[in-house]
């Protein structure tokens, strides 16, 4: 089991950027693909990015594509989510979910995710 916790949200300028982290506990962090999902008020939680139990392998919304890079570092059990050229249409919360280790090709379905965290929120001002 892991449990979530998501920091790094806020609020900023359209074009500016944010980090968001996620800090994973347990000592199984490698066994999970991970992935950040994004959900604005009376829509959907969608898809952002994913990232392979190594790293190796990244996945990214076309919407983000370009914009946000996914990372992770294993040896401290973190995975983050650097977002620049931020636009209005980003702002929603944000969380960090992670999943089995062989998700793939199942990245982009939300409900093949088994832990998420509390979600920060990122507002984007225009």
Do not use: H
């Not at 990372?71 to 650097?82: E, F, I, P, T, W």
């Amino acid at each position: 089991q892991v449990q979530l916790v998501e920091s790094g949200g806020g609020l900023v300028q359209a074009g500016g950027s944010l980090r968001l982290s996620c800090a994973a506990s347990g000592r199984t962090f490698t066994s999970y693909t991970m992935g950040w999902f994004r959900q604005a008020p009376g829509k959907e939680r969608e898809f952002v990015a994913a990232t392979s139990w190594s790293g190796g392998s990244t996945w990214y919304a076309d919407s983000v594509k370009g914009r946000f890079t996914i990372s992770r570092d294993n040896a401290k059990n973190m995975v983050y989510l650097q977002m620049n050229s931020l636009k209005p249409e980003d702002t929603a919360d944000y969380y960090c979910a992670a999943g089995s280790k062989a998700l793939f090709p199942s990245v982009f379905d939300p409900t093949k995710y088994n832990y998420w965290g509390q979600g920060t929120q990122v507002t984007v001002s225009s």
